[in-house]
């Protein structure tokens, strides 16, 4: 396998991009406020001096999910335009040193495949 292929693979792109998705559509419902004023409802009725109910009731909960969505959606971005397009290219402009090729010796190799052997003679 190429090492290059290696440091430019997104893990899980998938799930990041259904987090993502995900994020952003319940930020962008009243299903954030509406939960925060339930709990903070809930705990009214078990405190005394509920002075931090208009505080919390009082914050937009919804354009602060929103903001968040939108930096997590943005940081997904960047990691796929750093690792797919300008790492690879700051690479093969000479600007960055290419990623260090691991040179596997005769030893390593035997003992890859003894131990490849020993985990198929279990099975």
């Given at each position: 396998m190429n090492p290059q292929s290696v440091i430019s693979e997104i893990n899980a792109p998938i799930l990041k991009a259904g987090t993502a998705i995900t994020a952003?559509?319940?930020a962008n419902t009243n299903t954030v406020e509406n939960?925060?004023?339930?709990?903070?409802?809930?705990?009214?009725?078990?405190?005394?001096d509920p002075w931090w109910f208009w505080f919390v009731v009082s914050i937009p909960w919804g354009p602060i999910a929103s903001f968040l969505a939108a930096i997590y959606t943005s940081m997904l971005a960047g990691e796929w335009l750093w690792k797919k397009t300008i790492r690879p290219l700051l690479t093969r402009w000479g600007f960055m040193k290419p990623p260090p090729?691991?040179?596997?010796?005769?030893?390593?190799?035997a003992d890859a495949a003894a131990l490849l052997d020993a985990e198929g003679a279990q099975r």
């Open positions: 952003a559509v319940g939960a925060a004023i339930q709990v903070a409802t809930t705990l009214v009725q078990t405190s005394a090729r691991r040179v596997y010796t005769a030893q390593e190799i």
